[in-house]
């Protein structure tokens, strides 16, 4: 696991490997998503993140403990006390391994 405060993840469309460990309801419909990002190579854990995603996703195909490759969005930026509406989440998941 990675030191330190979970930070929000800077989406841009990309795809990464992650491993979840922490799911926190919102007041909207979004679910707050704390995970570490694993390296390509599935051997460390390169930082501590967190990102917004749908129920649906959240429920239904994010387990914490395992590994999934992950799309994201490309929102890059988010400000809950802003009432930023457009925030960096999860769009769909692949199951890559359990780590």
């Known amino acids: 696991m990675v030191k330190g405060a979970a930070t929000l993840f800077r989406a841009a469309g990309q795809t990464i490997m992650i491993r979840p460990y922490r799911k926190k309801k919102m007041k909207n419909t979004e679910w707050k998503i704390r995970f570490d990002v694993i390296s390509e ?3 460390d854990y390169v930082e501590s993140c967190y990102a917004y995603a749908s129920t649906g996703l959240t429920l239904g195909e994010l387990h914490s403990q395992n590994g999934y ?3 994201f ?3 890059p930026e988010t400000s809950p006390n802003r009432g930023a509406s457009r925030r960096s989440s999860a769009t769909e998941t692949t199951r890559k391994q359990r780590v």
């Open 69 to 71: 490759r992950v799309r």
């Open 41 to 43: 190579d599935g051997q």
């Open 73 to 75: 969005n490309d929102n």
